[in-house]
């Protein structure tokens, strides 16, 4: 009889509290065995994230003698460490005290052999935050795995310059827009897409401080941990990396901001070794009149067992202007000494190599050598000075951006060149993962996303090094135009870029023997909209690739024509012929935009490509690659 009574008074107060809530459960009108739950409104906690399969089928006619890409291959799961599931959870208590939690998980399938086989993994980490505000400021903590941080482009800061970019490949963590077309229109209008928040960033473990409207229009960022590209000789021997910020808003038109950026790493097992760095720079901020300026100078030290270079300078500065009837210019200059160090800002390190540790799997995977690179326009190089002037112009329906750029070296350096793929480089990547010195003359360098190739050069010094400082070139040129076929939207871009590198200063880029090595790429991108729910694209390019005399000679019996017009209308002449390299590498492909839900999206893509050079008998490379990725958000 107890046991009934309180049975009864714990049934009517299940059916009292139900009752109570009906904000949070909600009856269907008609007759229904069913519940309908909707989340209460006042609810402190939510959740938000991604699932996202990626498969490839690749297919190859002709590979290298070295197998360095099988015949036939057959990959699920994302090969450059992003996650296949992720799940964000945020909240709030009942004082205001926001908090969060982001899981993220990676697995990858390649094959029976438990070589290559990885289970599901928490390899990316779990990340903790949290957020409290107060009268005195709102301060941010977040904690756990690997996390995006972006700071200056001297101290932190991605791989970013211009966003001249074929628009046909996707990065898999770019968020899903609301229709397919939704990303080509952006990409059209305001030359920006969304690419993920790694884009432009570096990835960084460790504690994170934020603190913004404090007093006197101050606030402050920094990071204290550990940052990929610091590596100890040991993976257990210490090594951190500690970035700060502190930034003042003196007015709506002028912001200051200092910067610190100190890295350090064991060189042996017993840490009596070590190599550091430490940067310090300031930024101002400032918009007067049709002008935005932003300059970034400071001095860096690098030191280590091998190497004490004392202290250098670097400077970068902007000048952009407002668009005023339809045109808009940025200028920029920079200077950045062989002494001023840094393996996480928006530059590349081409002066101290053993910042890279010999690592089996891991230097490769961080960040390679760049030996003397050929970059795009945007990119600086210590090392290196130059100037460049890009401007962006509307002609109508007809969009144009260029840029032209000119820059020397300040010391001589390595009798290497470096360039990265424009055509087919994705591709390549994806046949050897983050390997160095591959292929059958062990010229190519697998990156995130991306190959370079280096270049040797016969005319060299008693050190080794070239003898002579190496001037750089480069021309950018993008068209963009939209219209309607058939009564469908459609866009149609293209990209050419021209780089080149010299022992003479030139004020355009070369594409003859005066250059040690050229480069010249054309990339057109159509893309049509079929309906709000699907789109087609479709994606040509080719490059070109030419070397000199005083560059690598290949091991084919007779000269090959550098002139494929002349060549192709049967004009062949000794000033067209080279033995050097000969490059030429095309890429076709198409694929589907697809959406199949609000939240559903499915991305096809199918290439066919060519990697090759008739001077050097076995860079011949040539296949096809089928990709599949299918991307949910909740």
Known sequence: MKF????????????????????TLLFNRSFSSNLSYVKNPISQLSFSGNYRFLGFVRSQEEVFPSNSGKTTAILSGDAFREPMFLLKMKGTNSDKVSFGADLMINSLYKGPSEQFTKSLTLDLGLNLRTT????????????????????????????????????????????????????????????L???????????????????????????????????????????????????????????????????????????DSISSEKRDYYIHTFEVFKKWNNLNIHLESGIGNFTSPDNNLGNGEALILDVKTEKFSNLSLDFQVYRISPQFVNVTGNFLNTTVLEVFPNIEGVATTVRPLNKSPMVGLGFPVNNRQGFSVNSDF??????????????????????????????????LSRINLFAQNWGPYDFLNSTYRGVFEEVSISDTN??????????????EFQAKYSDFLWGHKFYLFYLTRFNSCQNKLYYLPQFNSKALI???????????????????????????????????????????????????????????MNFARNQRNTLFGFGFDYKITDNTMLFIRHNMYKYFDPNFIFNHLKGSETMLELKVTF
């Open 132 to 191: 409290i505000n107060t009268d005195f400021g709102n301060f941010n903590f977040s904690s756990g795995g690997v996390s995006w941080y972006r700071q200056s482009k001297l101290t932190v800061w991605g791989n970013r310059s211009f966003n001249r970019m074929s628009i046909y490949d996707r990065r898999p963590q770019t968020a899903l827009t609301n229709y397919p077309n939704d990303r080509y229109n952006d990409y059209y209008k305001k030359g």
């Open 518 to 576: 050229s480069q010249l790429s054309h990339e057109i991108d159509f893309i049509l909209e079929l309906n709000k729910n699907a789109v087609f694209v479709l994606s040509y390019g080719i490059e070109r690739v030419i070397g000199n005399e005083f560059t690598d000679i290949g091991d084919a019996n007779n000269p090959n024509s550098t002139n494929l017009f002349l060549d192709l209308l049967g004009v062949n002449t000794s000033q067209n």
């Open 4 to 23: 009934k009574n309180i049975a009864f008074i714990f049934s009517v107060f299940i059916a009292a509290n139900f009752w109570s809530q009906t904000d």
């Open 462 to 475: 008693s050190n080794g090094l070239a003898n002579f400082i190496k001037h750089y070139n480069t021309i």
């Open 193 to 267: 897409i969304n690419q993920g928040i790694r884009y432009g960033s570096r990835a960084f473990q460790g504690l994170f401080l934020q603190g913004n409207k404090l007093p006197y229009n101050f606030s402050f960022k920094g990071v204290i941990g550990k940052s990929a590209f610091n590596r100890s000789f040991l993976e257990s021997s210490d090594n951190f990396t500690t970035c700060f910020q502190l930034k003042n808003e003196i007015n709506s038109s002028l912001k200051l901001s200092y910067n610190y950026l100190g890295s350090s790493a064991d060189l």
């Open 394 to 427: 509307d002609f109508g329906k007809l969009k144009i951006n260029a840029g032209i750029g000119f820059f020397s070296e300040i010391d001589t350096s390595y009798s290497t060149i470096s360039y990265r793929h424009n055509v087919n480089g994705q591709t």
